[in-house]
């Protein structure tokens, strides 16, 4: 690594392309008919009709030959699978867990976990709790509450740890509840829905104390584990003593495209618990939900993914989109974060009403504009508060632009860029949506919408 030249603009890739997966840029008119037939909604499209997927980093990574290579050792054995073994022995020394117990991806992880730790109507209080997270607690009642500092809301602070909890507040929260209204603490590893921003060792060491002085679990929620230590430099396995467990889904720093587990400390009581409720819900504990090939694909991918030259390449092609669109004049959410770069959509398209989903309306108009899928992270995926059935509005509309891993090259976030210089350029006439069609829980995936009036 320390032999590439710092002035350098870019930091190759420590690998280079032996398969190719073609891709193609319909025709503008095709686009239109496309997203209308998705109801305006990017998740209804076909991936065919897509030319660049900045959908999601979750389960669309590319895999290494080691990792193929490992996918036929697979032992399909319904219990003991050799690769059960050797994930564990990755979990072991990268997370530094003594139990875990693998599941389908995260939210099968969850849902074990929480049906386990949550007694009904108790908070679950993080720094901001993942969408899928969010509906995972409520399903099984409990109310997440989401206590990341006063700054994550202000996409032109700079600081190097935006994903951090606001210890102060956590505190607060705890002794005016009292403890016992409490499930456990759940800390997101790189804080994904406030633009991927990292937490700092100190946050995680704050957080830790904090949960023990008033004797709580604290978990981690482990998706960007490695990206998330990348920014801090400093072992992965030690961000992980500050925690009781974590939930993982694999699709992300797994470097997989299916997998999850949750990872455990020494509680031997709830890991056995863990291991009754996985039976029923995704499969023996030796497999949970995946197979043996899976097992080993992730096993190899969990070492691949804290290599530091690796890491370097990937958290560089999202700060290289960044400038590009930073240097076009794009309000973006900085400084940049690990998986993903956040146009903050308020602040780009200030004629369009919070209530018409900017960000939404951005995404459509990217796609239009270059086939560019992009998504939302925002009004739309705040959803409506439980109780009251109102809109929430959240202080941040952002359009997310995701990258998946070892999968593009800069020249294609070249063309994403290009893109929405040209929509800048018009961005006053982009007209705002309004929803004809809403799913009661996580509505973004299936929602329909229509051009406002
Ligand atoms: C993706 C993700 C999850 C959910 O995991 P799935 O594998 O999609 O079920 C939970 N938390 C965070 C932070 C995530 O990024």
Redo the contacts with the bound molecule.
């Keep these: 690594m320390s032999d590439i030249a710092s002035d350098f603009e870019t930091v190759p890739e420590p690998y280079k392309i032996k398969v190719v997966e073609p891709i193609k840029l319909i025709a503008r008119q095709e686009r239109e008919v496309a997203i209308k037939e998705a109801g305006l909604n990017q998740f209804l499209l076909k991936s065919d009709d897509v030319f660049i997927d900045l959908l999601?980093?979750?389960?669309t990574g590319a895999m290494s030959q080691n990792q193929w290579a490992g996918m036929m050792l697979g032992d399909e054995s319904y219990t003991g699978s050799r690769n059960y073994y050797n994930l564990q022995k990755s979990v072991e020394d990268i997370l530094g867990f003594k139990y875990y117990c693998p599941t389908?991806?995260?939210?099968?992880?969850?849902n074990i976990l929480f049906g386990i730790i949550i007694k009904k109507g108790q908070y679950i209080l993080g720094n901001y709790?993942?969408?899928?997270?969010k509906a995972h607690i409520e399903l099984n009642s409990g109310l997440a509450v989401n206590l990341i500092h006063e700054r994550a809301y202000n996409t032109s602070v700079e600081h190097p740890f935006k994903g951090n909890i606001d210890l102060e507040k956590l505190e607060h929260f705890i002794v005016e509840k009292t403890p016992e209204k409490i499930a456990f603490l759940l800390m997101?590893?790189?804080?994904?829905?406030v633009g991927g921003q990292p937490v700092s060792m100190e946050n995680l060491r704050g957080a830790y104390q904090v949960a023990k002085k008033y004797n709580l679990p604290i978990f981690i929620?482990?998706?960007?584990f490695a990206e998330n230590a990348y920014f801090i430099k400093k072992r992965e396995a030690e961000m992980f003593s500050y925690s009781d467990g974590c939930?993982?889904?694999?699709?992300?720093d797994g470097l997989v495209n299916?997998?999850?587990m949750i990872g455990i400390k020494e509680d031997e009581e709830l890991f056995k618990k863990v291991k009754q409720r996985c039976v029923p819900m995704e499969g023996f504990p030796t497999y949970g939900g995946l197979a043996g090939r899976d097992m080993e694909a992730l096993a190899i991918g969990m070492r691949e993914v804290v290599d530091e030259a690796y890491l370097a390449s990937r958290i560089d092609q999202v700060e290289y989109l960044g400038r590009k669109l930073k240097e076009a004049g794009i309000p973006i959410q900085q400084p940049l974060g690990g998986h993903a770069v956040f146009i903050n959509a308020k602040e780009f398209l200030p004629h369009i009403p919070q209530t018409q989903y900017p960000a939404q309306a951005l995404c459509v108009e990217l796609y239009l504009e270059g086939g560019v899928r992009a998504v939302e992270v925002g009004t739309l995926l705040a959803g409506r508060d439980p109780e009251t059935g109102l809109e929430i509005l959240p202080e941040l509309d952002l359009l997310r632009l995701t990258i998946p891993r070892r999968v593009y090259t800069n020249n294609h976030m070249d063309w994403v860029a290009t893109c929405l210089k040209r929509i800048a350029a018009r961005k006053d006439r982009i007209r705002g949506l309004k929803i004809v069609e809403e799913p009661p829980i996580l509505r973004h995936f299936m929602a329909r919408f229509d051009w406002a009036e």
Excluded at 104 to 110: L, N, T, V, Y
Excluded at 188 to 193: A, H, K, Y
Excluded at 221 to 224: L, M
């Design positions: 999601t980093d979750s389960g389908h991806q995260g939210r099968g992880a969850e709790h993942f969408d899928t997270t997101t590893i790189t804080c994904n829905s929620d482990a998706a960007r939930t993982m889904s694999a699709k992300k299916i997998g999850g």
